[in-house]
């Protein structure tokens, strides 16, 4: 397998008008003495979607699990440099997690939906943060079903369990879940990879949709994925991210060798 | 101006974060007392189990290795005799013995359970041996003493008292035990494995023998060493079937002593203080020391067994 050097990068400044919507500055991730992340600087454009590309084991998805804290829990991990959101540096002690994570929600490779009703799965957070009224719950469930796509598909069967969905419901599922906090930044990390293609579709569509209300990052496997719903494409290899750019630039003219052969699938 | 707020929202010590560390405080409150009665048990037992050696002098290879107990009375050496190799024998003896017979009857039962009559096991024997594990052990020691002990007595002569009742007791009495710890040990075989083996053409037995059995193996060790901790330590049954005769057992069928039952028999009728007394100790603490070590092999088993 081919070698490339990390130190052969391009990452594109954003047009000066653009807003940030949360960005990173040397982020560096360790496991113990390992150091997964090398100090990766991105920026991500409000109300734009940005897909992390790149082979397994490039560190894509534990970049995109330090920008809201995931990586807290994890015994041994240690996240350096700043995460820049709303002016604030949120990874650092003086800020609470809880309260950032209403902002930066997340969906999971795999739908993880709670063993509750499809009405509780959304509820759930909702309730906890003092959404009491059972009228303004009902309201919310319906929009963010509807935004999700599956409104039409459940709206009968609100109290039967999540489980009973099929998997591309209950990835749509997890995604209304996490869109009812009203979020700023959805992170998603290879949303459809446990979906057939017409799950994977519907997901895009309601991506595309979301759009206009918040950013969303999503580390992806499929480069088709990538090419048709971002804005703005980040290529990872061994921890570092070697090219960042439009995604048009990447798929077209990328700047870098890696990720040349990577999008052709020459690479290694 | 929102902007702001939200900001500050998050720069706020949330009332969850404050909860979060109430909550640690509690939590590490109860394992600090579960520590310190452990530790209390354990310095109480040492201190008392190891006067026997320091306070009254007894050579603690001749606890170990003689085979004449009897600490109230003098010997011909002018000292008291206490030997405790007869009750450890014992012990071990009815331990492993019971925990022999009992592991292909619990491999067979969680077998039968989990790869051959799913619905019927999960539905009528799961419960069957729940409940067998939860009899209290004096029913045991009972059933044992009004069946077990003249059965053999019929077949074998002698009193029928000894090591072959107590093995026979202990063997029912871990043996739910050990079967339901092999029933989650398979349960927890990915169902996987199974089809693996399938489409490669093996029967249900080389399957089930060769490679369930196999990937279950850590699991069921641990229950097997369950067993025995629980076989080691019981002392009413056993008590009740072996005869209580503190002398090496020239055989199966002859009245011999565990650890536990000379304990239990013994401790009511010595005066705290004496050698008497202290020389119990000293049986307590090697039981003591006994479950640590089981402990530590099951311990060792889920280690070895989680890096495959």
Redesign the interface.
Known sequence: MANYSLDDRFIRELPGDAEVAVSTDDLRVFYGEHEAIHGVSLPFERYKITALIGPSGSGKSTYLRSINRMNDNIYGSRVTGNIMYRGLDINSNAVDVYEMRKHIGMVFQRPNPFAKSIYDNITFALKRFGTKSKAELDEIVETTLKQAALWDQVKDQLHKSALALSGGQQQRLCIARAIAMKPDILLMDEPASALDPISTATLEDTMMALKDQLTIIIVTHNMQQAARVSDYTAFFYNGQCLEFDETRKIFTRPKIQATDDYVSGNFG | ME?DK??A??????R??RIEQRGRAISFACIALIVLVVVAIFYFVASKGLATFYQNKVNLWDFLSKTSWSPSTTGPHGKPEVGALPMIIGSFGVTFLAAIVATPFAIGAALFMTEIATKWGAKILQPVIDLLVGIPSVVYGFIGLSVVVPAIRNVFGGTGFGILAGTFVLFIMILPTVTSMTVDAIHAVPSYYRSASAALGATRWQTTSRVVLRAAVPGILTGIVFGMARAFGEALAVQMVIGNAAMLPKDLISPASTLTSVLTSGIGNTVMGSLENNALWSLALILLLMSLAFNLVIRWIGKRGALK
């Open positions: 902007e939200i900001r929202a998050m720069l706020r010590k949330s969850a974060a």
